[in-house]
């Protein structure tokens, strides 16, 4: 894993509030992200960690302190907009169309920077994908639906991915085969936030974990102290 960089994030979030309504969910959430690393929230449910990720997507209905992406302040930025600044959210329940086959969810998110995959270049990086390219969302299994989840992003052109709970509800060989992915796409030099309850995935890609309780960032770490921290994430993530 690649150590703490110097310089300015690429994703910078400071002093972050948030509401539901009257619901005051997070309270002072801070983090840096440096180009091509890997960052991971842990946390109960409810500690705050999708609200977060929501957060930097603008898809909060109040928040409130200062989001930087490449040094771009997105606070004011409208959420149609967010995605032009190089940043993609995969969400936990996915969004594919079941209607559509793999192929026509493939291109329905616009490019939104230069660069990103092509259609053939995301078959070669999921083979199952390439298989299924004919096949509506329906017909696809829960693996696969997450697969397509992450690779219509891929073709966007962004920067940034922020995955909630990728690995949720799936068999073993498809967590190792999204987990090769992500490898790969470390290696590329996307960066990517993940929000993740299962610490032998996590490990094998990220560089920090933030812990989270309450809607506070109670602590950070390298991946190299995770054995060393496990005590204490089985009393604040019962897990």
Same mark, same amino acid.
């Given at each position: /894993?690649s150590?703490i960089?110097?310089g300015?994030?690429l994703?910078e *979030?400071? !002093?972050?509030?948030?509401w539901y309504?009257?619901?005051?969910?997070?309270?002072? =959430?801070?983090?840096?992200?440096?180009e091509?690393e890997?960052?991971t929230?842990?946390?109960?449910?409810?500690?705050?960690?999708?609200?977060t990720l929501?957060?930097? /997507?603008n898809l909060?209905?109040r928040?409130?302190?200062?989001i930087?992406i490449a040094?771009q302040?997105?606070?004011?930025v409208? =959420?149609?907009?967010t995605a032009?600044?190089?940043?993609g959210?995969?969400?936990?329940e996915?969004?594919?169309?079941a209607?559509?086959? =793999?192929a026509?969810?493939? /291109?329905?998110?616009?490019?939104v920077?230069?660069?990103?995959?092509?259609v053939e270049?995301?078959y070669?990086?999921f083979?199952?994908l390439a298989?299924?390219r004919n096949?509506p969302?329906t017909?696809?299994?829960?693996?696969?639906?997450?697969?397509?989840?992450i690779?219509?992003?891929?073709?966007t052109? *962004?920067?940034i991915?922020l995955?909630d709970e990728p690995t949720?509800?799936?068999?073993?060989v498809?967590?190792q085969?999204?987990?090769d992915v992500l490898t790969?796409?470390?290696k590329?030099?996307?960066?990517?936030?993940? *929000?993740?309850q299962?610490?032998?995935?996590?490990r094998?890609?990220?560089?920090r974990?933030?812990l /989270?309780?309450?809607?506070?960032?109670?602590?950070?770490?390298p991946?190299?102290?995770l054995?060393?921290?496990? !005590?204490?994430?089985? !009393?604040v993530?019962g =897990?």
């Amino acid at each position: /894993m690649s150590e703490i960089r110097a310089g300015s994030p690429l994703l910078e *979030v400071r !002093d972050l509030h948030g509401w539901y309504g009257e619901s005051h969910v997070l309270h002072g =959430v801070s983090l840096d992200i440096h180009e091509g690393e890997t960052i991971t929230l842990l946390g109960r449910n409810g500690a705050g960690k999708t609200t977060t990720l929501r957060a930097i /997507m603008n898809l909060l209905p109040r928040r409130e302190g200062t989001i930087r992406i490449a040094g771009q302040d997105m606070m004011k930025v409208p =959420v149609h907009r967010t995605a032009y600044a190089g940043i993609g959210y995969v969400p936990e329940e996915r969004g594919i169309f079941a209607t559509l086959s =793999v192929a026509e969810n493939l /291109m329905l998110p616009p490019k939104v920077a230069e660069g990103g995959m092509s259609v053939e270049e995301i078959y070669t990086l999921f083979p199952n994908l390439a298989e299924r390219r004919n096949s509506p969302g329906t017909k696809l299994s829960g693996g696969e639906q997450q697969m397509l989840a992450i690779a219509r992003i891929l073709r966007t052109g *962004v920067k940034i991915i922020l995955l909630d709970e990728p690995t949720e509800g799936l068999a073993p060989v498809i967590i190792q085969r999204i987990g090769d992915v992500l490898t790969e796409l470390k290696k590329q030099g996307m960066t990517l936030l993940l *929000v993740e309850q299962n610490f032998r995935f996590a490990r094998r890609v990220a560089d920090r974990f933030f812990l /989270m309780e309450d809607g506070h960032i109670l602590e950070s770490f390298p991946t190299s102290e995770l054995d060393a921290k496990m !005590d204490r994430l089985h !009393d604040v993530v019962g =897990v």
